[in-house]
C-alpha cells in the first residue's frame, strides 16, 4: 500500500529451510538469525519503544479513514493482554477529503502503527524474515493490511497481508519503477480468525532480492524485487476503509487485531 498506489521466537530463522520454495534451504545455509523485534505488544511501554503511531507520513492514505492515535489516545490503536487492536469507526460529520491520492472523502477514523525498525537488506543483513499472526476483517470497505514501503523512496514495496473487501489475501511485491506488481492471490478460510502471515526476504544479487510469502506456515509464491537491496523499508500495520475495497463500507465499529509480531534477521 505505497503512498503513490491505488496507493517473536528467538531462532526461529533456523526452520526457514523447510517449506520453502526451489532451492530456498540451500541459501539460507547455517547464518545464525538473530532476533530484531518480538515482544513488542506485551504492554504500552514496550509498544511504543518499538512503534510509532499512525503512517510514517502522517494521518492520510488512499483510502476513506483517517488515523488517530497518540501515547494518550488509544481509542483507535489499543492493547488487549499481548494483542494490539485497530479499530476503525464511521463518522457521521465532514472532515473533508484524504490529502493522499485519490483523495476520498474521510467516512472513518482508524489506527496504523509503523515500527522504529527498518528491513534493510544489505551484505551484512542478507536475510529477513517478516511475520505475524492476524485477525483480519474482509468484508466489502474493509482493507487491512501489513506491508513493507520504501522509507527513501516508492517502490520497493512488499504486501504481506492485504484483503480488499473479501476473503482472499493479496500477496503483493512492486518489482521496480518500471515493471510493475507481482500478485499472489489466495483464498483464506475466515479471515476473521487467527492466521499466520510471513514473509522471507533473502538477497540474491547486488541489487535484488527474492520475497517468499507463506501463509499459515505453507509457502505460496516467489517474487523477484528488483532494486530492494540496500533500501530501508518501513513496516506498517494499518487498518484503511474502502478505497480498493470498494464502498460502502461497514456502519459498525471494525476490528483488526495482531499478536506474535516477529522479524529476524542474518548477519553476515
Known amino acids: 500500500m505505497a503512498l503513490s498506489r491505488r496507493g517473536f521466537l528467538v531462532g526461529s530463522g533456523a526452520g526457514l529451510g523447510l517449506g520453502l520454495g526451489p532451492a530456498a534451504s540451500a541459501r539460507t545455509g547455517a547464518a545464525a538469525w538473530e532476533t530484531v523485534i518480538s515482544g513488542s505488544f506485551a504492554n504500552y511501554g514496550t509498544f511504543e519503544s ?17 488515523m488517530y492515535a497518540n501515547a494518550s489516545d488509544h481509542n483507535h490503536v489499543f492493547l488487549e493482554g499481548s494483542t494490539l487492536v485497530l479499530k476503525a469507526t464511521r463518522i457521521t460529520w465532514d472532515e473533508g477529503t484524504s490529502s493522499a491520492d485519490p483523495h476520498l472523502p474521510i467516512r472513518y477514523h482508524s489506527g496504523a502503527v509503523h515500527a522504529k525498525q527498518h528491513v534493510l537488506v544489505s551484505d551484512q543483513f542478507p536475510n529477513w524474515e517478516v511475520r505475524g499472526e492476524f485477525q483480519a476483517p474482509s468484508a466489502r470497505g474493509t482493507w487491512p493490511a501489513f506491508w513493507l514501503t520504501g522509507v527513501n523512496s516508492w517502490p520497493p514495496e512488499s504486501d504481506i497481508l492485504e484483503y480488499k473487501g473479501d476473503a482472499r489475501n493479496w500477496f503483493n511485491t512492486y518489482r521496480n519503477a518500471s515493471g510493475g ?55 506498517v500495520i494499518n487498518l484503511q476503509m474502502e478505497g480498493s475495497s470498494g464502498s460502502s463500507g461497514p456502519t459498525s465499529d471494525t476490528l483488526y487485531r495482531a499478536r506474535n509480531l516477529y522479524v529476524g534477521r542474518t548477519r553476515s
Open 50 to 66: 518499538v512503534w510509532n503511531y499512525r503512517y510514517p507520513w502522517g494521518s492520510d492514505h488512499n483510502g476513506s479513514a483517517r
Open 181 to 235: 506488481w507481482s500478485n499472489t492471490i489466495r483464498p483464506v478460510s475466515n479471515p476473521g480468525s487467527w492466521h499466520e502471515y510471513r514473509a522471507w526476504i533473502a538477497k540474491v544479487s547486488p541489487t535484488d532480492v527474492d520475497i517468499h510469502y507463506y501463509l499459515d506456515g505453507t509457502w505460496v509464491g516467489q517474487h523477484r524485487g528488483a532494486d530492494f537491496v540496500g533500501k530501508p523499508l518501513w513496516i
